[in-house]
């Protein structure tokens, strides 16, 4: 039987997993991981926007500028290399590729931005996330759908083109680009951003309950970890 809790299907040949929990773990990296949606992402962008737009230094953009400029930059390099006759991985080539397509069409910011969103929704939901591996090849396949040509695309019948899903890519391209996106610490900024977030939320609830008591009067209720 497939590894996976519920699933009744016969294993594969030389596979602890059904043919379909396989190729989930192919292409997620886990095969109880579900792929991430960019209308699931879009809030969490906004509200990491709004944060650096309210609350972030002078000096952020250019951080987070220069972060995103050393992965491009290695990324540049690595294929120059390879022009000057270094012998290659084929996928860490593709990884490299798909870096510099994303640094010619988007910004540093907007990069910062999604990856910052991914750290914010993986503290956020830890449960949407199967495993840590779920996690990273989600962020990478997040950034990969920014590289021209990496995103399928399907005709519907009246002749309008819909952008589906990433194109399927080797795990090992999955994992280069993920070592790119640690580079930059992005995801970690993300997942400080929403500490900070809470952290205004809980006092925000404090003083709440303080005006509640207020109200209320001394001795109307006992608030928890206060044994009266
Ligand atoms: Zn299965």
Same mark, same amino acid.
């Given at each position: 039987?497939?590894?996976?809790?519920?699933?009744?299907?016969?294993?594969?040949?030389?596979?602890?997993?059904?043919?379909?929990?396989?190729?989930?773990?192919?292409?997620?990296?886990?095969?109880?991981?579900?792929?991430?949606?960019?209308?699931?992402?879009?809030? *969490?962008?906004?509200?990491?926007?709004? *944060?650096?737009?309210?609350?972030?230094?002078?000096?952020?953009? $250019?951080?987070?500028?220069?972060?995103?400029?050393?992965?491009?930059?290695?990324?540049?390099? =690595?294929?120059?290399?390879?022009?000057?006759?270094?012998? +290659?991985?084929?996928?860490?080539?593709? $990884?490299?590729?798909?870096?510099? &397509?994303? &640094?010619?069409? *988007?910004?540093?910011?907007?990069?910062?931005?999604?990856?910052? $969103?991914?750290? *914010?929704?993986?503290?956020?939901?830890?449960?949407?996330?199967?495993?840590?591996?779920?996690?990273?090849?989600?962020?990478?396949?997040?950034? !990969?759908?920014?590289? +021209?040509?990496?995103?399928?695309?399907?005709?519907?019948?009246?002749?309008?083109?819909?952008? &589906?899903?990433?194109?399927?890519?080797?795990?090992?391209?999955?994992?280069?680009?993920? &070592?790119?996106?640690?580079?930059?610490?992005?995801?970690?900024?993300?997942?400080?951003?929403?500490?900070?977030?809470?952290?205004?939320?809980?006092?925000? !609830?404090?003083?709440?309950?303080?005006?509640?008591?207020?109200?209320?009067?001394?001795?109307? =209720?006992?608030?928890?970890?206060?044994?009266?």
């Amino acid at each position: 039987m497939c590894r996976v809790d519920g699933c009744y299907r016969a294993p594969t040949k030389f596979s602890h997993l059904c043919e379909y929990h396989r190729n989930v773990d192919r292409v997620h990296g886990d095969p109880r991981q579900r792929g991430v949606t960019k209308a699931e992402l879009k809030p *969490y962008q906004n509200v990491i926007r709004d *944060y650096l737009a309210r609350r972030s230094g002078p000096r952020a953009e $250019a951080v987070i500028g220069r972060d995103w400029g050393c992965v491009s930059r290695r990324a540049e390099e =690595f294929l120059e290399a390879a022009n000057r006759g270094r012998p +290659q991985n084929v996928h860490e080539r593709r $990884a490299a590729q798909i870096i510099v &397509s994303v &640094s010619k069409e *988007y910004n540093a910011m907007e990069i910062a931005i999604l990856c910052m $969103a991914l750290g *914010y929704f993986y503290a956020d939901q830890p449960r949407r996330w199967a495993s840590d591996r779920g996690f990273q090849y989600q962020a990478a396949r997040m950034l !990969r759908r920014l590289a +021209q040509g990496e995103t399928d695309f399907k005709w519907r019948p009246d002749g309008t083109m819909v952008r &589906s899903s990433a194109k399927r890519c080797a795990p090992s391209v999955t994992r280069a680009l993920w &070592s790119s996106i640690e580079a930059t610490n992005f995801v970690g900024y993300g997942i400080q951003i929403r500490r900070e977030i809470e952290k205004g939320r809980e006092l925000k !609830r404090k003083d709440h309950i303080a005006d509640l008591r207020e109200i209320l009067g001394p001795g109307a =209720f006992a608030v928890k970890g206060e044994a009266a």
